[in-house]
């Protein structure tokens, strides 16, 4: 069984960064895509941002288009996202995910789909 494990989160500033890391114990993350989603307070879950198997193509929610960055170092079955410039509006729970759809399949919803593995969670919260 795959198991993700997210880690990161933080309380921040506004303006500030955090860099979130998800990492998978067990098995090999290079043969799924990989995204993170959040979840903020009494809002449906929403995908963030995914990544393909090899690490060239991506996809990023509009509002976090140019603060957010994706990557992943699939020798150390890790993902990552550089969270720049941060909002109050990007407080939320952010999990990352593993499929085998595919980038574009995996950040087309932000519900879990049979095959799909999913992290806990990792609280950011962006305030004064």
């Known amino acids: 069984q795959l198991h993700l494990v997210e880690s990161g989160g933080a309380l921040v500033q506004p303006g500030g960064s955090l860099r979130l890391s998800c990492v998978s114990s067990?098995?090999?993350?290079?043969?799924?895509?990989l995204g993170w989603f959040r979840q903020a307070p009494g809002k449906e879950r929403e995908a963030v941002s995914c990544?393909?198997?090899?690490?060239?193509?991506?996809t990023y929610d509009r509002p976090v288009k140019g603060r957010f960055t994706i990557s992943r170092d699939n020798a150390e079955n890790t993902v990552y996202l550089q969270m720049n410039d941060l909002k109050p509006e990007d407080t939320a729970v952010y999990y990352c995910?593993?499929?085998?759809?595919?980038?574009?399949?995996?950040?087309?919803?932000?519900?879990?789909?049979?095959?799909?593995?999913w992290g806990q969670g990792t609280q950011v919260t962006v305030s004064l």
């Open positions: 995910a593993a499929s085998k759809r595919g980038v574009f399949g995996l950040c087309q919803t932000a519900r879990p789909q049979k095959g799909d593995f």
């Open positions: 067990g098995f090999a993350l290079d043969t799924y895509a």
């Open positions: 990544i393909n198997r090899s690490g060239d193509t991506t």
